[in-house]
């Protein structure tokens, strides 16, 4: 029916104000009572068989919302009703920021992938905490956090600690964001040196709280082989709990879109990037004999390619563009495959 019957009505619309619209309409239903209920019936799949435990954490199934879609924790609630074994709220930086001018979103339907150089915007530190104040503690939700696009980089440690300090009560796991193309120079985060800084100092700072949280590390799919080998050492040095593997890319290589679409800058996520996230779980998973966890994410549209991140090496999955594309039905249909095993 979504594909049939809502996409379309929703394709209308320009893709930033069809994820208001929907996320805002979807906000509204739940409201109303039964709605919840009638959710959960048709979407969630309950089963002992499904649970995964990893970094502490009881995850209740393997499938879970990506970040980028719930910016500042305004509706993981609701969402949870769709079937998902978690969630991940973000980026969220320290100050509000508005990010980058509009338009900044846009669909590639022939490629059934999106383009977006939203550019982190939130409502910041303070409105997440709120946010996330009254949350059910039963569902796991994971913080992704950045940097504000003013702070240098040579002070980027101090927002990534802040963030962290601001929600470490709040949150289940934290994913340190150094991989979106959308903030100038970000990504030069994920070279060996400031990127250890960064995570060391969020390793001290773990140690000061009474329940220490997973801290997890996003990367991005156009880093070369080299560049993997230094995030395997990377993660064996500062110990920390994971990987999420992969952002969005900037490549545009391979797709059927127009020119004038292919043109625009930022992060291209969707079936393009599939395969390639694929090769960065398998890479990091055989580099590292399976030394540490990884939530692959990347071009997941079906159960098949699901189980394809899971068996190239990923403990669990996140899906964002394909949720988009095929609704939430993919969520049941991605647990329902687990439990057939195929």
């Known amino acids: ?30 409201k109303i009572p039964g709605t919840e209920w009638l959710s959960e019936s048709l979407y969630k799949v309950k089963d002992a068989r499904l649970e995964k435990e990893l970094f502490g954490l009881r995850f209740p199934n393997s499938v879970g919302l990506a970040a980028g879609f719930d910016k500042q924790a305004s509706f993981y609630k609701e ?28 669909r590639l339907p022939k490629d059934q992938g999106l383009i977006n150089r939203m550019g982190f915007n939130n409502g910041g530190l ?81 140690t000061k709280i009474p329940t220490p949280r997973p801290i997890l590390l996003k990367i991005a799919p156009d880093l070369t082989d080299s560049q993997l080998d230094d995030i395997v050492d990377i993660v064996a040095e500062s110990k920390i709990d994971g990987i999420i593997a992969t952002n969005t890319t900037i490549s545009r290589e391979g797709l059927n879109s127009s020119k004038e679409l292919l043109a625009e800058a930022g ?19 055989q580099k590292s004999n399976g030394a540490f966890p990884i939530i692959g994410v990347g071009g997941i549209h079906s159960a098949k390619d699901a189980l394809e991140k899971l068996n190239a ?28 095993g195929k």
């Open 126 to 206: 303070e409105m997440a905490r709120k946010n996330l104040q009254n949350r059910d503690r039963s569902f796991i939700i994971g913080g992704n956090i950045g940097k504000n696009k003013v702070t240098p980089n040579e002070n980027a440690i101090d927002d990534y600690l802040e963030c962290f300090r601001g929600l470490h009560d709040l949150v289940d796991y934290f994913v340190v964001n150094v991989s979106s193309p959308n903030t100038p120079g970000l990504r030069e985060l994920q070279d060996k040196e400031p990127l250890l800084r960064i995570l060391n100092a969020l390793k001290v700072e773990n």
């Open 313 to 340: 090496g990923a403990s669990l999955v996140q899906v964002y563009t394909g949720f988009i594309y095929e609704g939430p039905a993919l969520i049941k249909s991605i647990n329902k495959a687990l439990l057939s």
């Open 1 to 30: 029916m979504y594909k049939l019957l809502f996409r379309p009505l929703f394709f209308l619309l320009e893709p930033e104000a069809a994820h208001h619209f929907v996320t805002g309409m979807f906000q509204f239903l739940m």
């Open 79 to 106: 969402f949870s009703s769709l079937g998902f074994g978690f969630i991940e709220v973000g980026t969220i930086t320290p100050k509000p920021q508005d990010g980058n001018p509009q338009p900044r979103m846009f």
């Open 267 to 285: 992060g291209l996520s969707g079936k393009p990037v599939r395969e390639r996230s694929t090769e960065v779980i398998r890479y990091l998973h």
